[in-house]
């Protein structure tokens, strides 16, 4: 199980993935796709999704609805056009941080 | 696992004294209550909510330090509508209509020479609107409050109204010091208001005052979906 500090940078970049594979999504349903498509591999724990998402919402990435479920009260994200946008350019940011790190694990010890 | 009335009301109760706002008590709840119907393994109701909270937010003070932190977002969030909102009658195309309302107020205050009764009784009412306005609406929301709770539905008080409170105080406190601080130019503002000066001040006044009512309606808005939402369930 990954609950590391790795995660942390990169939880933005992971929530608007998501978000962007499917229309709108709720907390709980962010945790669960989480956790099935890292086969367990990674838990969003902590607390550390909600302020995740309350940020992107301040900042015009995501917007909200709420709606009854059950009785109860349910917010749904979606991604905003500019949300949109910015999951690529996150992406692109990820993927060039895996390769530098790549290179870097990559290199080969020096022969003594 | 399925909830039993009093086992819903009881998790109602225990997340009520940690969450103080609805924004993050609905949230939590709702959350806490899908991963208890997804839970296949047979524990007590206690142990349950105990291990979620655990395992999704790192226990109780996590809850509290969760909450603390979307306040502080959520009220970024809000000034910055507010912001939105005003600056965005000095931009095109409501940038026109600030303008011909301008012309207007100016026009009206140099031709039709306004008494100092007038002057008077219109800058501090413009001065106490968004606080009149703000208490409307708190009255609004006791009244809502009051008759959906029987619903059995927890409504709380949101991070937003608290700053459109702030908002709607703020002329308040910052012409009150004026009037015990400042007599000499207060009064003599009062005593020969130039045109330029009403105008200005009518025109920041009803501007202000626009904007704290679209920021309290986008709240509204949400509000009212919640309460149609309600009375079909």
Known sequence: MNTNPLLKGTLQTIILKLLESKDRMYGYEITQKVKEVSEGGIMLTEGALYPALHKLE?????????????????????????????????????????????????????IK | MKLTEQEGELLKQYLSKILKYRETY?????????????????????????????????????????????KKMAIKDTIKGFLIYFTGYFKFPKLLYTVAGIVMVYYFTLHFQLTLWTVQAICPAMICFPQLYYFVTLIKEFAFLQKRDKKGYVFKPAFKLNVIAAIGTLPVWIFLPFTYWLPPIYLSFWHSPHPVFVTSFLMTSVLYALSLMKLY???????THIILAVDKF
């Open chain 1, 58 to 110: 301040a900042d015009g990435f995501l917007e909200t609805t709420v709606e009854i479920v059950d009785g109860r009260a349910r917010k749904y994200y979606r991604l905003t056009e500019h949300g949109g946008k910015e999951v690529t350019s996150k992406l692109k940011e990820a993927q060039a941080f895996i390769d530098q790190l790549q290179n870097l694990l990559n290199l080969k010890p020096a």
């Open chain 2, 217 to 223: 309606r986008d709240i509204a808005i949400s509000r």
């Open chain 2, 26 to 70: 609905d949230e939590l709840y709702d959350h806490v209550v899908t991963a208890l119907s997804h839970k296949t393994t047979i524990t007590s109701f206690e142990q349950s909510v105990y291990d979620i909270i655990t395992d999704d937010f790192g226990g109780y003070d996590n809850l509290m330090k969760l909450e603390k932190a979307s």
